[in-house]
């Protein structure tokens, strides 16, 4: 039973235009959440975060929002470059959960066309 | 500034053998932990550690052992390698509680 899912396997868009990488979570003590950007045999590297008391955070090119009451959170790029093109993760954790255990999504594949 | 440090980086086992799968960090973080990612299953918790001397289990922790004697390193055993255990493992190491994880660049293992 997967407690968060993107069910976007993957997402193909032009360069300069906006990539929207979508997640969704079933455990309502979810109140921390991170997006990861991974390359090809590389380990995944942080991009964003965003914590629960919050609906959106920014950080360059980089926006995340969160709906709690839908339990969904979304990745806004703007705008896309080829350098985006790897797999993002989405993950979350509970803040009464002991030891900063993250859950993370399957991933999604973003193809980013010039 | 090497962060979270991984070795090795390839490694091919025969079924029944056992290995250590070393990982290290520099950063002075009292949390770290393993993951394996699995085609189609993002990452998944093994065992994790919140300071020296203290683990405890994942969501997938059977057929590996951990221990944390120091805040630096935090290996991980495979006491008998099935071909189920053939996946990337990464290590990771935090500050605290709702922060960000720091990965290593991964072990891709393959049991044979």
């Known amino acids: 039973d997967q407690q968060v899912k993107q069910n976007s396997p993957s997402l193909s868009v032009q360069e300069g235009r906006i990539s929207i990488l979508n997640c969704d979570y079933t455990?309502?003590?979810?109140?921390?959440f991170l997006w990861y950007k991974k390359y090809p045999a590389e380990g995944p590297t942080f991009l964003i975060s965003i914590s629960s008391i919050k609906d959106k955070n920014e950080d360059g090119r980089f926006t995340v929002f969160l709906n709690k009451s839908a339990k969904h959170l979304s990745l806004h790029i703007v705008p896309s470059q080829p350098g985006d093109s790897a797999v993002y993760f989405c993950?979350?954790?509970?803040?009464?959960?002991?030891?900063?255990?993250?859950?993370f999504g399957a991933g999604t594949i973003l193809r980013v066309k010039s | 500034n090497a962060g979270v440090t991984q070795t090795p980086k390839f490694q091919v086992l025969k079924t029944g053998q056992s290995m250590t799968l070393q990982c290290a960090q520099d950063m002075n973080h009292e949390y770290m932990s393993w993951y394996r990612q699995d085609p189609g299953m993002g990452l998944r918790l093994i065992h994790y550690?919140?300071?020296?001397?203290?683990?405890d289990q994942g969501e997938v922790p059977n057929g590996y052992n951990v221990s944390r004697s120091t805040t630096e390193d935090f290996p991980l055993r495979l006491l008998s390698a099935a071909p189920s255990q053939t996946s990337v493992y990464f290590c990771a190491s935090s500050p605290g509680m709702n922060t960000e994880a720091f990965f290593g660049q991964g072990t891709r293992l393959t049991v044979v």
């Open positions: 993950a979350a954790s509970a803040l009464r959960e002991y030891g900063n255990k993250l859950v």
């Open positions: 455990n309502s003590m979810f109140d921390y």
């Open positions: 550690s919140v300071g020296a001397g203290i683990t």
